[in-house]
C-alpha cells in the first residue's frame, strides 16, 4: 500500500510568490493533516478535514494559508502570498478511522523562500 | 507555554547504552502517540500508548494517563536510532487533532 506522499519534496519560491504544495493520503483515510515544522516551534496545525470538510483551518495561519481538498485523495495547500518567515518544512498526514488514532505523515516538502 | 513538554532536549549516548526519554503534558490526552524522525526525513509512528505500558522490540513506552506523563525507554542503542524523538497527544474533545512537543534530539555514538 501507498503511504503518504507530498510532491514537490523541495520548492524555492521568491518573496510575494503563490505556491501551492500537494498531498496524497493513504487510500481509504479519512482525516488529512496539513502541518508546518519549524526548529523553534515545533509541528504546528495548519489544516484538519474530516472526509474532506474542513474541521480547523489554524488559526494564525488563515490569512496566506488556504489548504483544500476537492476530493478524497488529493489536497492542496496554496502559501499566497509568501514571505520569508514562511520557510518550513510542510507536512502533510493521514488516518483512518478506528480507535488507533494513529497518524501516517507524508516525506514534506521543504519551502524556502528568499 | 507548550502543552507537551519533552525533556530531555538532547541526548548523547555511546552504543548500547539505554535512552529513557520523557513527556509531559497539561492537558488531558485521550491519546498518545511516539514518533521518531531521522534526520532530514519524516516521521514515523513508533508506539500508540494512552495508558499503560507497551513494548516494540527495544521500546518500552509507559503512560501514567493520571499523572500526564510519558516516558519512552531504548534499550541497548544503536547508531541508526539517532535522530529525533516527538510525543504528541489527542486532547479530549471533538477535533481529534495531535499536539506535538519539540522533541528529544537522540545521537548515539559508536
Known amino acids: 500500500d501507498a503511504g503518504v506522499t507530498q510532491t514537490p519534496r523541495h520548492e524555492v519560491a521568491e518573496k510575494g510568490q503563490t505556491i501551492i504544495l500537494k498531498c496524497e493520503p493513504v487510500?481509504?483515510?479519512?482525516?488529512l493533516f496539513w502541518y508546518r515544522q519549524t526548529k523553534i516551534q515545533g509541528l504546528e496545525l495548519l489544516s484538519y478535514?474530516?472526509?474532506?470538510?474542513?474541521?480547523?483551518d489554524g488559526g494564525a495561519f488563515k490569512d496566506r494559508f488556504k489548504a483544500e481538498m476537492l476530493n478524497s485523495s488529493f489536497s492542496t495547500l496554496k502559501i499566497q502570498p509568501t514571505e520569508p518567515k514562511d520557510s518550513a518544512v510542510y507536512l502533510c498526514?493521514?488516518?483512518?478511522?478506528?480507535?488507533?488514532?494513529?497518524?501516517?505523515f507524508g516525506p514534506g516538502t521543504r519551502l524556502t523562500v528568499l | 507555554g507548550q502543552q507537551v513538554q519533552q525533556s530531555p532536549s538532547s541526548l548523547v549516548l555511546q552504543e548500547g547504552e539505554n535512552a529513557e526519554l520523557q513527556c509531559n503534558f497539561s492537558?488531558?490526552?485521550?491519546?498518545l502517540q511516539w514518533f521518531y524522525q531521522s534526520p532530514g526525513g519524516s516521521l514515523v509512528s513508533l508506539l500508540s500508548?494512552?495508558?499503560g505500558t507497551k513494548h516494540t522490540g527495544r521500546l518500552t513506552s509507559t503512560t501514567v494517563t493520571k499523572e500526564r506523563r510519558s516516558s519512552l525507554h531504548i534499550s541497548s542503542s544503536q547508531t541508526t536510532d539517532s535522530g529525533t524523538y516527538l510525543c504528541?497527544?489527542?486532547?479530549?474533545?471533538?477535533?481529534?487533532?495531535?499536539?506535538f512537543g519539540l522533541g528529544t534530539t537522540l545521537q548515539v555514538q559508536p
Open positions: 498526514a493521514s488516518r483512518g478511522q478506528g480507535s488507533s488514532y494513529e497518524q501516517y
Open positions: 487510500s481509504g483515510h479519512n482525516d
Open positions: 478535514f474530516r472526509s474532506k470538510s474542513l474541521m480547523e
Open positions: 492537558s488531558t490526552a485521550t491519546q
Open positions: 500508548n494512552p495508558s
Open positions: 504528541a497527544i489527542d486532547q479530549t474533545g471533538n477535533t481529534r487533532k495531535l499536539i
